[in-house]
């Protein structure tokens, strides 16, 4: 119980510091940015190491070559999904879904 206490104390002068203080405010700009990484990610269903290599690049806001990197992985990313859409679509199992979505991922 104390633990609650100590942690609600904490909490509470946390939020009244963020009030009070001149340049605290800005997290309401980082929490902008996270909400539209995330709704973007989202968007282009992204997932595991492309999605948090996206993430990374999106919140650091970015720079030119980045951007072109994370534009050549979104494509990457769009054609694996297309490819593993189309190992569904003819029920690929296995080994041979493997191949089948590396052969087209290469294409």
Known sequence: MPH??????????GLSA???????????TQQDRMRDCHKEAKEKALKGDERSSFMSQCLSGGKSADKEK????????EKR???????????????ERKAFVADCVKA
């Open 70 to 77: 994370s534009t050549d992985k979104t494509a990457l990313a």
């Open 18 to 28: 963020s009030v009070f203080l001149p340049g605290t405010a800005s997290a309401g």
């Open 81 to 95: 999904k297309q490819c593993r859409a189309d190992a569904r679509d003819k029920s690929l199992k296995g080994d």
């Open 4 to 13: 609650i206490r100590h942690t609600l104390v904490l909490a509470l002068i």
